[in-house]
């Protein structure tokens, strides 16, 4: 009876939760700043277990798989930290709406693409969270 009250409870919690959208701007110029310092400090902390774990020599189960989410974590990071600078210096001519909503970007630069692809970075952190999962999945059967 106590689940049943549990998960009911949960469920209209979820139901009634506000949305929070995958992308959302902060306030000003210091809500950029405190978000890239986190990217910074999240990266830093990813460099801390990369090299912990390599200066451990860490090979048992679960731990290649480990190294490989790390480093991508941190190219997540790198990415999406350089598509927040480079979103302050794209015009918004650049950018085809309808609707009101943007539904192209036009590329004339290095610059302009590497802003692109970090739009994409979803395909750095999803394999990042699947070798995740795999090292944690081996952790668990040890």
């Not at 405190?34 to 048992?60: D, K, N, P």
């Not at 004339?108 to 795999?134: G, I, K, M, Q, T």
């Amino acid at each position: 009876m106590k689940r049943f009250s549990a998960l009911t409870t949960l469920c209209l919690i979820v139901l009634q939760a506000a949305p929070a959208l995958a992308v959302q701007h902060h306030g000003g110029t210091e809500g950029l700043v405190a978000h890239q310092t986190g990217h910074l400090l999240f990266m830093a902390g990813m460099v801390y277990l990369l090299i912990s774990t390599w200066c451990e020599r860490h090979s048992a189960s679960g731990w290649p798989q480990f190294t490989t989410f790390l480093i991508f974590i941190l190219l997540w990071n790198l990415l999406t930290f350089s598509g927040h600078w480079l979103a302050e210096y794209i015009p918004p001519s650049q950018f085809q709406n309808q609707g009101g909503h943007h539904i192209a970007f036009t590329i004339h630069s290095s610059a302009d693409l590497l802003f692109y692809l970090s739009r994409l970075d979803h395909l750095l952190l999803l394999p990042a969270l699947y070798f995740l999962f795999l090292a944690l999945k081996k952790w668990r059967r040890q």
